[in-house]
């Protein structure tokens, strides 16, 4: 079922306008829009600056605690990118995706936000979740250098930082989350629209969807192996790959849907894949295993999401239209959609108590980097704080 | 980590999954019928396992009921990965290491494997088993005296080479070695394996590893030589200087002893010996001599009781030079990263540079009075970085580097720079085809560009037409874990810096070895064990005939002074110079080392024989380079300049950070991090002209 965005811009534009007059990019500048007692911490990863933001949102509006330095290079931009707090709340966890040439896991603890370990991954580490079950962390290596080969998955152990398997997956995995019993990690492969199930337990990849006609079959993993592309490509055994005129993945289709995140699933059994080169958000039932639903046309660039606990409103950011959107799942239509104070919207978060969405922005060149708050329930921005440039990692680490 | 399946679930598996557009398997089918009942016993706890042995381990689930299950799943997984492989329920020891964990375990809901350090955690659940593995690191099984001379003669010295290999095979340099010889009154050995031959006669040296030992007799002979001879090339040198000394033995009728060792040292009283100057040099095994002071030196060629000496004058290098400040074309509200000089095809010339972590900006700038340096045109790129900027041979095509465009898909831009004046510098085209990453470095030569995206390659992009970029080749190494950084093209060879792998010489038209943009070959590349390879230079030395790999590190740490946030980072690292004359031997000769700072990008003017190095917080840097190069040239005296870029006003005010130089025309422009172009030139000394054009062309 195909279902078309029936989005409620209006009163979003009106909130922007109110926001406006209040200050923007002032941290705290807002006035929370209803009483709120809750103070949510959060941490912020800033690609451009490789320093990771600590801070707080609460009845004040937004603070910055701590601006913590991150990387082992200090004059090369590393690009922190992932962020994962560990499930009893000690720990919090980031991948500097950027190295030579592979990224590194940062462990810091969140009492004094100091280094505690670290462990080499794969190439460009970026995002991360943590199984609340195993306790094992899962990272996808995103391999933004630009060869469109798969991946991999890395999985380790946060106690000791060790890596301790690469669980092979498709070209370009991003968006890594977990299901709420952490027996499940769920990514999607960007370069070969696909959706990927891991088994946690069983640490290997459990279920693969295709997204659209492009996906590579898995008929052609088994034949090809990790050689999507042609023979050159796959062989770096230095020299030439000369036929390289006018492109070189003749093997491998572009495209379509360029998924770039999954959502945790829902108690409703479902799962939200972001469609960030087709402007479209994918529903897919776990049980099925198959998209269920499409919400067609949305704001441009849909790029990474989250879905409330109850599994009843989604938010998501619109990279390519400087937007926020919030769903309502069960009507499959768009309640809001919230343009953003500055463009490139990239995280996505929605607070424990489902009573806030938090997105981070990257901004252009120079610009700040900065996060904004919206509630959930009237889809109005209630927050906003410039932080370091090209914000994107975001995670919440508590509430109180 | 491996599992077992139930031979029904892999049934099951098979027939979803051939299936052309999806598959999916059946995570549920495999699961002990009740985990929770479960139980998982392994047959081994703990096991000891050579460097390469194997041992398969035989596990039983049983249900509730205590009834085995057949086939039942399990995974394994190695907490030390690298050291002991689990697969398929086999062990394999790959290197030593001492209670290494592999985790055995049934698949179940609420599995957990937090506190893996803590084996009692472990030992509680039923259904997960822990393995510990300890690869003791294997015995030595051989000590080996390499090559030892035929002939030993009394009153000599021989240093013994030798190699010790363990029971995998593998080369132990840290094991314990120990020397002794049977009869100390012939023959003494010193603990490093250094041989004093006392007298003649004979004597066992055993050279002792673990339990293995190399015995060597030896007969010691009467020494006979009579006179030692010295020859050197030069009596009289400057620091920096390298003077070859050539000694010959020869016996009581004056022949010539070829098989006899001579061994070399030097004495030193430097001009400022009272003023607690220590004096330094280098001497190597084969005679070249180098000094770091002025002063006397006293070089002894030592056979047997026989010595004979020379001293020679050392003079210093005096080749310090005054820097002149031209200009500074003030960059404050950014960084700026590295910079381009060239003359445009209307005479004039101009520089282009990049800015860092800012706001993708580019800037060109007319230097032709490089006194006042003016930006004529701004170009601002979709990057928060443009690292690199080039220009061709012809100044008419410049290119540079995007890292954290917008899109994430970086790469780089092709502009027009044929007419400055009047048109600015106009965008031709974008190229980020599998350049996503982000382009850190590029070089253009002959109508491609070489471009790197900081990963593990650097593609070949042909600009004949500039409006149309393409890929013609790329080249990678195959080394384990290989990263690269820069890459720099002349003569139809690229050199390229690989951190760890060095510097890699790759033909793409000029080596001989066929190589071409579209079929590089690779040349050679040179060791660099500190792994901070970041930029290289080649340098075909006129002075010697010499071919020289200028390899400039890149390493250093944040600030770190409590309580003051804005210190810029503390780098380090130093100038590697290898000789390179033979593209499978290059030999690290020399070092320019300036304490306290760390390199970034060099610069050679081959004519003059000139490195200019931007030396991070050490400011920009002039060696003197001419000569034979050996040992330390800072010491040496051989720096000709230095100059730190001072701006009070800077985006980190006085904190000379210096990017990268280069000379032309006479003059030295040099980027810097914290305060922009700069242009200087040295001085010319008293009656000496200025150095001369030092560009590319």
Avoid: C
């Avoid at chain 1, 995706?97 to 936000?113: E, S």
């Avoid at chain 1, 070209?171 to 891991?198: C, F, T, W």
């Avoid at chain 2, 599992?3 to 679930?9: G, K």
């Amino acid at each position: 079922m195909n279902t078309h965005a029936s989005r409620r811009t209006l009163p979003g534009l009106l909130a922007v306008a109110l926001v406006a007059s209040v200050g923007i990019g002032a941290a705290g500048g807002y006035e929370v829009v209803g009483a709120q007692e809750r103070t949510y911490y959060l941490y912020v990863a800033a690609e451009s600056e490789d320093v990771v933001e600590k801070i707080s949102f609460g009845p004040g509006g937004f603070q910055k605690i701590a601006s913590i330095p991150v990387g082992v290079f200090p004059t090369e931009t590393e690009g922190p990118h992932g962020l994962a707090v560990s499930p009893d709340g000690e720990y919090w966890f980031v991948t500097v995706a950027h190295g030579n040439p592979f990224g590194i896991l940062f462990k810091y603890d969140t009492a004094t936000d100091t280094y505690q370990g670290d462990v080499k991954l794969g190439l460009f580490p970026a995002t991360i979740s943590i199984s609340p079950s195993t306790g094992l962390l899962f990272a996808a290596n995103f391999n933004l250098h630009g060869d469109h080969v798969p991946s991999s998955v890395s999985v380790v152990e946060t106690e000791t930082m060790t890596e301790v398997a690469q669980i092979p997956t498709g070209v370009m995995p991003h968006g890594s989350r977990m299901n709420k019993a952490g027996s499940k990690q769920y990514s999607v492969a960007m370069m070969s629209d696909e959706l990927r199930e891991i088994d946690v337990y069983r640490m290997e990849t459990s279920r693969v969807l295709p997204l659209s006609e492009n996906a590579p079959s898995w008929m052609h993993y088994q034949e090809h192996g990790n050689g999507l592309m042609d023979e050159n490509m796959s062989d770096h055994s230095g020299m030439g790959h000369g036929a390289m005129a006018g492109g070189s993945h003749e093997a491998m289709k572009p495209p379509i849907i360029k998924p770039t995140w999954a959502s945790p699933p829902t108690p409703q059994g479902k799962i939200y894949v972001a469609g960030n080169g087709s402007a479209r958000i994918l529903e897919v039932d776990l049980e099925s295993w198959k998209v269920t639903r499409t919400f067609e046309n949305t704001s441009k660039g849909p790029y990474n999401l989250d879905v409330t606990s109850d599994g009843k409103q989604l938010a998501v950011t619109y990279k390519s239209d400087k937007a926020v959107g919030i769903w309502d799942l069960e009507l499959g239509e768009e309640t809001a959609n919230i343009p953003t104070l500055r463009p490139i919207p990239h995280g996505m978060v929605i607070s424990p108590d489902n009573r806030y969405a938090f997105a981070s922005i990257e901004g252009i060149g120079g610009e700040p980097g900065s996060v904004e708050a919206y509630d959930m329930q009237t889809g109005e921005r209630v927050g906003n704080i410039d932080l370091a440039k090209q914000a994107g990692g975001i995670v919440v680490w508590k509430m109180q | 980590m491996q599992r077992y399946r139930l031979a029904l679930a892999l049934a099951l598996v098979l027939t979803v999954s051939f299936s052309p557009l999806s598959y999916a398997q059946a995570p549920e089918a495999a699961q002990a019928s009740d985990p929770a009942a479960a139980k998982l016993q392994i047959d081994i706890s703990q096991i000891k396992l050579e460097v390469g042995e194997t041992a398969t381990i035989t596990a039983t689930v049983t249900d509730a009921d205590g009834n085995v299950i057949e086939t039942p799943e399990l995974i394994y997984f190695s907490m030390a990965r690298r050291n002991v492989g689990i697969k398929d329920g086999v062990i394999e020891a790959y290197r030593p290491g001492e209670e290494m964990r592999i985790i055995a375990a049934v698949p179940h809901d609420g599995m957990n494997f937090r506190a893996l350090r803590n084996p009692a955690a472990i030992a509680a659940n039923p259904l997960i088993q822990m393995i510990t593995v300890t690869v003791p690191t294997p015995p030595i099984a051989d000590v080996t005296i390499n090559d030892p001379p035929e002939l030993f003669y009394s009153g000599t010295r021989v240093v013994l080479e030798t190699t010790v290999t363990d029971a995998s095979g593998a080369e132990r340099t840290e094991a314990e070695l120990t020397f002794d010889s049977s009869d100390a009154s012939v023959a003494r050995v010193s603990p490093s394996g250094t041989l004093s031959l006392l007298a003649p006669g004979n004597a066992t040296i055993v050279a002792k590893a673990g339990d293995k030992t190399h015995s060597l007799p030896i007969e010691v002979m009467a020494n006979g030589t009579a006179s030692v001879e010295l020859t050197a090339s030069a009596e009289d040198a400057r620091t920096g200087d390298v003077v070859r000394f050539w000694a010959t033995a020869r016996d009581a009728n004056g022949g010539t002893l070829d098989s006899m060792p001579v061994q070399y040292a030097f004495q030193t009283r430097t001009i400022n010996h009272e003023l607690g100057d220590p004096g330094s040099g280098m001497i190597t095994e084969d005679g070249r001599f180098v000094a770091d002071e002025a002063g006397e030196y006293t070089i002894f060629a030592m056979a047997g009781a026989h010595t004979a000496s020379m001293t020679i004058g050392v003079t210093n290098r005096d080749v310090k030079r005054e820097i002149e400040i031209l200009g500074q074309g003030a960059v404050r509200d950014r960084a700026t990263s590295d910079l381009w000089v060239w003359e445009g095809p209307d005479g004039r010339d101009y520089a282009v540079t990049g800015t860092h972590n800012a706001d993708g900006h580019a800037y060109f700038w007319d230097v032709t009075d490089p006194r006042n340096m003016q930006i004529i045109d701004t170009i601002r790129v979709d990057a928060r970085t443009v690292n690199d900027v080039k220009v061709n041979e012809e100044g008419t095509i410049a290119v540079i580097s995007r890292e954290g465009a917008s899109n994430r898909r970086n790469g780089l831009v092709i502009l027009d720079v044929s007419d400055l004046q009047n048109k600015g510098a106009q965008i031709l085209s974008r190229y980020d085809d599998e350049l996503t990453g982000g382009v850190h470095n590029v070089f253009v030569y002959e109508d491609h560009v070489y471009a790197l995206s900081a990963g593990q390659r650097y593609d070949i992009i042909n600009i004949e037409d500039p409006t149309a970029p393409h890929r013609v080749g790329r080249f990678e190494l195959d080394t384990p874990g290989h990263s690269i950084h820069d890459v720099w093209v002349t003569d139809g060879i690229a050199y390229s810096s690989n951190w760890l792998d060095g510097v890699v010489a790759v033909d793409i038209g000029g080596g001989d070895k066929g190589g071409t943009p579209r079929s590089p070959v690779m040349l050679g590349k040179t060791p660099y064990p500190n792994g901070w390879n970041h930029a290289a230079f080649p340098f075909r030395s006129k002075s010697t005939g010499k071919f020289y790999m200028i390899g400039g590190d890149e390493a250093g740490e944040r600030g770190g002074t409590p309580g003051y946030d804005g210190e810029p980072p503390r780098m380090q690292g130093w100038i590697h110079i290898f000789e390179w004359d033979e593209w499978d031997n290059p030999t690290e000769v020399a070092r320019y080392q300036v304490p306290e700072a760390g390199t970034h990008n060099v610069w050679v003017d081959e004519e003059n024989e000139i490195l200019y190095v931007a030396y991070y917080q050490g400011g920009l840097r002039v060696v003197d380079i001419s000569g034979e190069l050996l040992g330390d040239l800072y010491r040496q005296g051989r720096e000709i300049a230095y100059f730190l870029p001072f701006d009070p006003d800077g985006f980190v005010p006085n904190a000379p950070f210096t990017w990268g130089p280069q000379p032309f025309k006479g003059n030295i422009f040099f980027a810097d991090y914290h305060s922009g172009l700069w242009a200087v030139r040295l001085k010319p000394r008293e009656g000496e002209e200025g150095v001369a054009d030092g560009s590319r062309d």
